[in-house]
């Protein structure tokens, strides 16, 4: 795998190493654990969304704490020809979509399609997208490639992190109090791609894509939820010299490098080459 080719838009699927599923096993335990009278899949669906949210944020917890889990990536960078010391990644998140989400009240703005740097990640930042059970075809997500090199007319002007951050982030439980001021970036025009790519797999699989890409969550009707395990990253490195693809309509403000930990230690990057990278980076 070519990093840099991610950047000018190409993607990639590809498959875990038996050694990589290892480091994994312990989600599938916490999943199993959390729905333990039956199928988790099916179970996830049958239960109300506020429900499911305290459920997910038991397991959510778990695996933040199970800092072992984060080994699974170690063979993967090596395979790249990456340095592990120089990887930075966000929290591990766990996604479950269940059957018809799409049909609940609220459910739109989550699946609203969008570059992620409308809502203040990197422009350079890539996505390691995991599914840990089956994702049928037409109800994982979609990317719209036909985007990566050209403006959309969007609102993420609006999108302010520090507020964001003030009304739950990522992941927000939805009685959380000020859940209704939050911003949730779209496009203002319509979005049409001859040739959009359809992500899905089963456990053992994974994607890879610059978040630069405009994507979106698929309504998921195939009858049973889809638990997915969603890996942010930047490469240090790059983030100093200012590599990555160039921003064409991202008016966000604020910057999520802060959450970005270095894989080993823990540490995030120094402040100025994140505020160095932010400033060049807006945009003009």
Same mark, same amino acid.
Request: with cysteine; net charge negative.
């Given at each position: 795998?070519?990093?840099? #080719? ?7 699927? @590809?498959? *875990? ?7 994994? %096993? ?13 199928? =988790? ?13 305290? #459920? ?14 984060? @080994? ?25 979509? =269940? ?20 809502? !203040? +990640? ?28 050209? =403006?959309?007319?969007? %609102? ?63 309504? +998921?009707?195939? @009858?049973?939820?889809?638990?997915? *395990? ?19 309509? +991202? ?27 932010? +400033?060049?980076? !807006?945009?003009?």
């Amino acid at each position: 795998m070519d990093i840099l #080719s991610l950047y000018e838009g190409r993607t990639s699927f @590809g498959t *875990l190493s038996n050694e990589s599923k290892a480091f994994l %096993n312990p989600i599938h335990k916490y999943i199993r654990e959390e729905f333990s009278t039956g199928d =988790p899949t099916l179970l996830s669906s049958n239960i109300s969304f506020e429900t499911l949210q305290i #459920s997910m944020a038991k397991i959510r917890s778990r695996i933040y704490k199970n800092r072992s889990i984060k @080994g699974f990536l170690v063979p993967i960078l090596e395979e790249w020809n990456l340095d592990p010391k120089d990887v930075h990644v966000d929290l591990f998140r766990l996604r479950c979509v =269940p059957n018809g989400f799409h049909l609940l009240e609220g459910a739109e703005s989550v699946q609203y399609i969008h570059r992620d740097s409308w809502y !203040a +990640n990197p422009e350079n930042q890539i996505n390691l997208w995991i599914p840990i059970t089956n994702v049928e075809l037409g109800s994982g997500f979609s990317l719209y490639p036909s985007y990566f090199g050209k =403006p959309i007319l969007n %609102n993420s002007s609006l999108f302010l992190y520090d507020h964001w951050k003030e009304t739950g982030g990522f992941q927000t439980s939805s009685t959380h109090p000020r859940l209704r001021e939050k911003i949730f970036p779209k496009p203002l025009e319509k979005v049409s791609d001859p040739h959009p790519i359809s992500v899905f797999g089963d456990f053992g699989d994974y994607f890879i894509f610059a978040s630069h890409h405009l994507h979106g969550t698929n309504d +998921n009707t195939q @009858g049973y939820s889809r638990f997915s *395990l969603e890996i942010r990253f930047v490469l240090g490195d790059h983030v100093k010299h200012h590599l990555g693809p160039k921003n064409w309509d +991202n008016g966000s403000q604020g910057t999520t490098l802060y959450e970005m930990k270095q894989l080993e230690s823990g540490a995030i990057l120094p402040s100025e080459v994140i505020q160095s990278y932010v +400033n060049q980076s !807006a945009l003009l």
